[in-house]
């Protein structure tokens, strides 16, 4: 395993008990994984993580934090890709989770960079 992908997977084995520190948490990891689509006239939050622990915990944590649901996808390797890559989606209630941690503002516009609360 490359130390990159083992850093990450040691990582997503945390426990993070501060309500504030799993928002930042997420946050970070919508702001740089992740992306605003807009689909049928909502918009839909997605992360590309590189392993399923990454995935399965913001996936966790968007539920037990946020209390919306998600989905995850797996794309099979091919192509460029060496492995396969891992999709959270939050279609439902992807603007109000956009909205909480701060990747679109009060007006509903993309927000760059990282929020201030975080």
Do not use: W
């Not at 590189?50 to 966790?60: F, P």
């Not at 209630?93 to 509903?108: C, I, K, N, S, Y």
């Amino acid at each position: 395993m490359a130390m990159t992908a083992a850093v990450k997977d040691e990582l997503s084995r945390v426990d993070v008990p501060k309500p504030c520190c799993r928002r930042a948490e997420m946050a970070a990891l919508l702001r740089f994984a992740g992306g605003l689509h807009i689909v049928s006239g909502r918009v839909v939050v997605e992360a590309e993580l590189d392993t399923g622990a990454v995935a399965r915990r913001l996936r966790r944590e968007i539920a037990e934090v946020y209390g919306y649901p998600s989905e995850i996808h797996v794309l099979a390797s091919g192509g460029l890709r060496k492995g396969s890559h891992f999709i959270v989606r939050v279609v439902k209630d992807g603007e109000a989770l956009a909205r909480q941690t701060g990747l679109l503002d009060v007006r509903g516009r993309p927000v760059r960079g990282l929020p201030p609360h975080v």
